[in-house]
């Protein structure tokens, strides 16, 4: 998760930032696929620069180019420095990615705002109709984020009650307690290779495939540095998990072991 969010932030930045030089370098090539001038979009590359250059001065277009290009060329050099930062950040405190994430998409929202703002320069008008477009679609984008990465934050509670051990929260689960097979500690857990779930720096919940099982565990991790407790149940059916702090881990694992050895 971690390599693939700094591959995007850096594809994205690169990609923003040659985006925007392409603007300065060929702005009648941009002014060509705005919606403004779809009404001689049809006429040739020639004309159309010979239309845009009778109906704007030079000093306007530059001014245009300037303006619309500089919020995307330095959201585009932010995000390239950033995902290195995140990267150092992100190895010290797995959490950070949760940050980071808003953080690249609101980086991609101002940049994207004020670049469609700075066409006044162009058209003599704010553009409020694609402006209010932008922030509703980000906001749709975003806010559903917000309940589902908090519930996932959230760390679980684990409950003894009518012959279960049940583990609430974002992909709990009710474990029969006749069926538990072990209950014991480790410092590491296998690789994954595939997941149904979510995961995000050192959260990770849902359901794991891993070789060296043989098949997919329940994972309900809240720390990466935290000891690791093993539930294994059923037709070797494996749930593993842990809590922020490991002082929390080694209480539910003592409850447990207990509730087993009876």
Do not use: C
Not at 142 to 162: D, W
Not at 217 to 223: F, H, K, P
């Amino acid at each position: 998760m971690l390599l693939f969010s700094i591959i995007m932030y850096l594809f994205t930045g690169i990609l923003m930032y040659f985006s925007a030089e392409y603007m300065r370098k060929k702005p009648y090539s941009q002014l060509r696929n705005d919606i403004y001038f779809r009404k001689i979009r049809h006429l040739s590359p020639r004309a159309f620069e010979l239309v845009i250059k009778e109906r704007y001065t030079a000093e306007v277009i530059e001014r245009w180019v300037y303006k619309s290009s500089k919020p995307i060329r330095i959201a585009g050099i932010f995000l390239i420095g950033f995902a290195f930062v995140d990267y150092l950040i992100t190895r010290m405190y797995p959490d950070f990615m949760l940050i980071s994430i808003f953080v690249f998409i609101l980086v991609i929202a101002i940049a994207g705002f004020f670049s469609l703002y700075n066409r006044r320069y162009l058209t003599g008008k704010v553009p409020i109709g694609w402006l209010i477009s932008l922030v509703v679609i980000m906001a749709l984008s975003t806010i559903p984020l917000i309940p589902m990465m908090t519930k996932a934050y959230k760390e679980s509670s684990i409950i003894i009650e009518n012959e279960n051990i049940r583990i609430t929260g974002t992909s709990g689960l009710d474990i029969p307690i006749a069926e538990v097979d072990i209950i014991f500690l480790a410092d590491t857990i296998p690789s994954f290779h595939s997941r149904v779930g979510f995961a995000a720096g050192a959260i990770r919940k849902g359901d794991f495939g891993s070789k060296s099982l043989q098949h997919k565990a329940r994972l309900i991790l809240n720390s990466s540095e935290s000891l690791f407790l093993y539930i294994i149940y059923g037709d070797n059916r494996y749930v593993i998990l842990n809590f922020r702090r490991e002082e929390r881990t080694l209480e539910v694992y003592q409850q447990l072991k207990g509730l087993n050895q009876d």
